[in-house]
């Protein structure tokens, strides 16, 4: 009974001592929101979930899908989630009506340099630039970036935006109505209105893109965001969860077909070819952009970002200004090594 006693006894102490580490060790959780669907972009955050890139990193990363940009600010904001992705453009807007919100969420790094806004139409309906908008029928949800940023567009092409009457519909009926004649022109992300209408029947030689880049609006896209509260108290998992971002990005862009796979394995009933060519449309227009190449994968340009700023304020009659410098940070991206991946 001593005999067994002094070993019961010794096994208590070496679970004790093998449990520390462990617990100390425990994954910080991440509660992670897309903007939209599981769809060909969403490769550049799933890929790595599959690949076990943020376990690797000590991170328990949930991520979920999103119902557009607006409600994903809200909700890190309200700390439903840690982190997410959304329009940079609905991160300004909530600066500038909410300038004393305790929670605010901060960007931490850019993915899509360049704002994936367009205004779209059909061939036959004579829209060629910018110019043959006037007087023509617009539509898009609400809550659009297009329809959103369109005086930024109109002002920047020579239009005047409060001649336009838009009609508002559901994201599911824009392209539909843009088919059938209901309106001339939409607003949308170009990878998404284009693939849209196609599968309602409309080649690509059939479609009139004007992208918001090409014409005179510079605003950035959507970029990683952070609630305040969650950068302070875990600052280092911000880092490791943009590290193993970068590497599951830099995968995306190498091998999009792989990317598409883990975008399939969270929703069994994606068209794998189209989404690849959804991925590959998003990525050679918003993520591999001469803009990005210049600026840097990750990063963003100072004066671009508060001349957008300024512009945001205007375009969505803010409250306030809006502080550029307060709703941006790099301190947490990789190095620079690690943000190498437009390849």
Known sequence: MLRLGTVLGTAMVLSTQWAAPAHAQAATKVRFQLDWRFEGPSALFLLGEQKGYYKAEKLDVSIDAGNGSGNVVNRVA????????????????????????????????????????????????????????AGKKL???????????????????????SSFNWQAMDPTLRETMLTRGDLDAITGFSFTSILNLNARGVKDEDIVVLPYPQYGVKLYGNAVIASEDFLKKNPEAVKAFLRAFAKSARDVIARPEEGIKAVKARDGIIDEKLEVRRLKLALDSVVKSPDARADGFGRVNKPRLSLMASQVADAFGTKGRINPDALWTDAYLPSAAELDVLR
């Open 78 to 133: 309200s700390g439903t989630y840690d982190m997410g992705f959304a329009d940079l453009a609905s991160v300004m807007e909530f600066y500038g009506n909410n300038p004393d919100a305790k929670n605010k969420p901060v960007a931490v790094m850019m993915v899509y340099n360049n704002t994936p806004a367009a205004v779209l139409a059909l061939k036959k309906s004579g829209i060629k630039a910018p110019k043959d908008l």
């Open 139 to 161: 539509g898009a949800p609400v809550f659009d970036a297009g329809r959103r940023a369109f005086p930024i567009f109109a002002k920047a092409n020579g239009l005047q935006a």
